[in-house]
């Protein structure tokens, strides 16, 4: 069965740092672009950075360019973003996916003092 588990989420503080992680099963990643994304109450899914899977190449929107980090573990068949500096706009679900994938659970992340 392909499936994309998250996980990692959690209350942070305003400034602090969170790792997310994603795992599959089912498939290798290591030949697959995969993304991370979020949705906040209220507001529309958005596509925050993905990693292709040929060149390593990796792609950030804008906010939050220079304080997350994506990266993959082919090894582990799992792919982590590494978010620092969050701040409260970064609370939402967060999830990973690869194009056409079916959308999981994904993890909550509350950025709040």
């Known amino acids: 069965q392909v499936q994309l588990v998250e996980s990692g989420g959690g209350l942070v503080q305003p400034g602090g740092s969170l790792r997310l992680s994603c795992a599959a099963s089912?498939?290798?990643?290591?030949?697959?672009?995969i993304g991370w994304y979020r949705q906040a109450p209220g507001k529309e899914r958005e596509g925050l950075s993905c990693?292709?899977?040929?060149?390593?190449?990796?792609y950030y929107t804008n906010s939050v360019k220079g304080r997350f980090t994506i990266s993959r573990d082919n090894a582990k068949n799992t792919v982590y973003l590494q978010m620092n500096s969050l701040k409260p706009e970064d609370t939402a679900v967060y999830y990973c996916?690869?194009?056409?994938?079916?959308w999981g659970q994904g993890t909550q992340v509350t950025v709040s003092s």
């Open positions: 996916n690869v194009a056409g994938g079916a």
């Open positions: 089912g498939f290798t990643l290591d030949s697959y672009a």
């Open positions: 990693t292709s899977g040929t060149d390593d190449k990796t």
